[in-house]
């Protein structure tokens, strides 16, 4: 299942922003696992710079 909610976030990004203000949920997540969800997919995307 975690796999599927990844996968799902990774392919729509608006939908984080959504879970930040609210307007959308997550069943079966706590409110404290919506929140690592969205620190996690709010921090930096850039590679890392051994990647260049």
């Given at each position: 299942?975690?796999?599927e909610i990844?996968?799902?976030?990774v392919e729509?990004r ?18 404290l696992?919506?929140?690592a ?11 890392l710079?051994?990647w260049?």
């Amino acid at each position: 299942m975690e796999k599927e909610i990844i996968r799902f976030l990774v392919e729509h990004r608006e939908i984080i922003e959504k879970l930040h203000n609210g307007t959308v949920s997550l069943i079966g997540l706590s409110e404290l696992e919506v929140k690592a969800v969205i620190r996690v997919f709010s921090e930096s995307t850039e590679p890392l710079g051994y990647w260049k």
